[in-house]
C-alpha cells in the first residue's frame, strides 16, 4: 500500500509559477514509476508528466514539454512538478500517482489504463487566471 499526498496547488495568473509536491510513504516496492496527472471540470484525465523511479529518466506530455519539469527525492520519498509560464489550460485537479506499468513505448506511458491499478493522491487545486 502507498499513501500519496500533493501539496503546493494554489491561484495564479498567466506565467506565473507553481512547485507541486507529492509526498509518498508506505511500500513502493512495486512501483516503478510515479507521475501526474490533471482533470479539468468535464474532460477526461490526462498524464503531464512521468519519472521512471529507479533510472529517473523523465517523459512530458506535448502540452507541458519545456514548461513542467518533473523531479524526485527518493531519500523522502517526494515527487515535484515545477510549472512555469502557466497557462488558463493549465487549469485543473492535479493527482500524483504511483504504479507498477509494463515494459510500454514511451508514447504510451500515459495511457490512463495502465495507471488505474496504481495508488493515487486526493489532488490539489490549480487555477490560473488570464
Known amino acids: 500500500q502507498v499513501h500519496l499526498v500533493e501539496s503546493g496547488g494554489g491561484s495564479v495568473q498567466s506565467g506565473g509559477s507553481l512547485r507541486l509536491s507529492c509526498a509518498a510513504s508506505g511500500n513502493r516496492d512495486n512501483s516503478n514509476f510515479m507521475g501526474w496527472f490533471r482533470q479539468a471540470p468535464g474532460k477526461e484525465r490526462e498524464g503531464v508528466a512521468i519519472?521512471?523511479?529507479?533510472?529517473?529518466?523523465?517523459y512530458y506530455s506535448d502540452s507541458v514539454k519545456g514548461r513542467f519539469t518533473i523531479s524526485q527525492d527518493n531519500a523522502k520519498p517526494t515527487v515535484s512538478l515545477q510549472m512555469n509560464n502557466l497557462k488558463p489550460e493549465d487549469t485543473a485537479m492535479y493527482y500524483c500517482a504511483s504504479v507498477r506499468l509494463p515494459v510500454l513505448p514511451p508514447e504510451r506511458l500515459f495511457e490512463l489504463e495502465y495507471w488505474r491499478g496504481g495508488f493515487w493522491g486526493q489532488g490539489t487545486q490549480v487555477t490560473v487566471s488570464s
Open positions: 519519472i521512471q523511479i529507479i533510472k529517473g529518466i523523465t
